[in-house]
């Protein structure tokens, strides 16, 4: 596991719960911020800028643009109606109209309610400057000029999955975890060869099983703390447990990525019921015991918790699936385990995504600040 996180697809952090979760999961976490994008962050994210070097930003680089760019290209230009018709911008705006929400700030991009923006310009750009010409000849974009820069607006899925591979080839590069607090983002990374059935998103489509030649390795396991009336919790009393528990956490992290390594080793070798049986067997006698004693560690700082729910994701290779009879996924809640399992085939679409040249992010994380959300319930939805 990582000790940094790449947190995706959003540039802002939607939920202070979540910073305050990720705070005792990682060392550092990361975020794709251009240098001249506007100072919207709240006053916690402000103050762990200010006093603590948990929080980085990051720019992509070139050739990161420049490979998204010929990946979503290829799929624009081959003419498929589904997608040229689904994510026109213009439809998003007149469906929004009157009904949206205004923006809370000005500028142009309030003349297109409905739409998501990406940073367009040459200051720290998200988008290339020829996908951003491509996307506007077919309709499936408009570009507005603030004064931070121009942006392209548009439709929220075509963003989402965009952003998504951007997190993709920049984790890649720097050797990060990609993390979200989206079930449906987590789905979508690391799927660079399935970005046209994505964006398809054919909601009657069955489940992959024949023909397939890949799968993602998911689990996910009650593997993370999570203090009770988290929104209560003081910040400075989590930065002191991160200090004085540093040596601790920092193990358990190893620990965390310890088991993906193994799942990707065994799978291929022995199977997936045998990778399913041996997760079982580390959860017991490892991973739920370190869990408990960081819980009580927190309890000495005043801080009721529990284990939390934590998703991992894993590209298997062919050889893994190949002949394999794929295990249903865990009833998470009634195992008592603590851990749900699934082997999700996939068939890389007809648009490759020249698996020669991007380098394939292998591990990425779920960590959601949502009560309601189980192992069972996160499972069904990785296997769409």
Same mark, same amino acid.
């Not at 779920?366 to 192992?375: N, Q, S, Y």
């Given at each position: 596991m990582s000790q940094i996180a790449l947190y995706y697809p959003w540039m802002r952090f939607r939920n202070e719960n979540w910073l305050k979760l990720a705070l005792l999961t990682w060392d550092h976490v990361a975020r794709i911020r251009p240098r001249s994008a506007s100072d919207t962050d709240s006053d916690a994210v402000a103050r762990l800028r200010a006093e603590t070097d948990f929080l980085h930003d990051v720019e992509p680089v070139r050739e990161d643009l420049r490979r998204l760019t010929n990946i979503f290209g290829d799929i624009i230009t081959s003419g498929e109606p589904q997608i040229l018709q689904r994510?026109?911008?213009?439809?998003?705006?007149?469906?929004?109209?009157?009904? *949206?929400?205004?923006?809370?700030?000005?500028?142009?991009?309030? *003349? $297109?309610?409905?739409?998501?923006?990406? &940073?367009?310009?040459?200051?720290?750009? =998200?988008?290339?400057?020829?996908?951003?010409?491509?996307?506007?000849?077919?309709?499936?974009a408009v570009t507005v000029e603030e004064a931070t820069g121009p942006y392209l607006g548009m439709h929220p899925r075509l963003a989402d999955l965009y952003l998504t591979a951007l997190a993709d080839v920049v984790a890649a590069r720097q050797r990060v975890s990609p993390v979200t607090d989206d079930p449906r983002a987590h789905a979508a990374v690391g799927t660079l060869d399935r970005l046209y059935d994505l964006l398809v998103d054919d909601p009657e489509a069955a489940p992959v099983s024949d023909g397939a030649r890949h799968a993602y !390795? &998911? $689990?996910?396991? &009650?593997?993370? /703390?999570?203090?009770?009336? /988290?929104?209560?919790?003081? !910040?400075?009393? /989590?930065? *002191? $447990?991160?200090?004085?528990h540093a040596g601790d956490l920092r193990a358990f992290r190893d620990h965390i990525g310890s088991l993906s390594k193994e799942m990707a080793g065994v799978a291929p070798a022995e199977g997936p019921e045998a990778a399913r049986r041996l997760l079982r067997d580390v959860y017991r006698s490892t991973t739920k015991p370190r869990v408990e004693e960081l819980c009580r560690a927190l309890g000495d700082f005043g801080i009721d918790a529990g284990p939390g729910l934590l998703g991992i994701k894993v590209d298997l290779p062919a050889a893994a699936i190949a002949g394999a009879a794929l295990p249903e996924a865990d009833d998470f809640a009634g195992t008592g385990t603590g851990f749900a399992f699934a082997v999700v085939p996939y068939v890389a679409d007809r648009m490759r995504a020249r698996r020669t040249t991007i380098q394939e992010t292998p591990?990425?994380?779920?960590?959601?600040?949502?009560?309601?959300?189980?192992? =069972?319930?996160?499972?069904a939805m990785m296997r769409r």
């Open positions: 994510y026109r911008w213009r439809a998003v705006v007149d469906s929004a109209g009157a009904a *949206a929400t205004p923006r809370k700030t000005g500028g142009p991009r309030r *003349a $297109f309610p409905g739409l998501a923006w990406v &940073h367009a310009g040459t200051d720290g750009p =998200k988008a290339h400057l020829a996908l951003s010409r491509l996307l506007e000849e077919e309709g499936l !390795l &998911h $689990f996910a396991a &009650h593997a993370a /703390l999570r203090p009770e009336r /988290l929104r209560d919790v003081p !910040l400075p009393t /989590l930065l *002191a $447990f991160r200090e004085r591990v990425s994380y779920l960590l959601t600040a949502d009560r309601k959300l189980t192992g =069972k319930s996160l499972l």
